[in-house]
């Protein structure tokens, strides 16, 4: 199963980074997990939790459906 999206949380300053699973990958430290996705929309279903609690959601890459998905229904 291709999952091509993914997103890491930095807890110690409550920051989201989302992107491309690539893109994330290289971000990634190895203290990090790393959360994979098959979609946009399973992402920001996953990210909405983070969001609500006023943490700092940053892209690695521009993600079009991603974006509207979290921002637009919260």
């Known amino acids: 199963m291709n999952k091509p999206y993914a997103y890491i949380f930095d807890e110690k300053i409550q920051q989201v980074?989302?992107?491309k699973s690539t893109d994330i990958e290289t971000l990634a430290n190895n203290s990090q997990s790393i959360h994979y996705f098959s979609s946009q929309h399973?992402?920001?279903?996953a990210v909405r939790?983070?969001?609500?609690?006023?943490?700092?959601?940053?892209?690695a890459t521009h993600l079009h459906i991603?974006?509207?998905e979290l921002f637009d229904t919260v």
């Open 49 to 59: 939790k983070y969001y609500h609690k006023e943490c700092i959601i940053t892209l």
């Open 66 to 68: 991603f974006e509207k």
């Open 42 to 45: 399973e992402m920001a279903e």
């Open 17 to 19: 980074t989302a992107g």
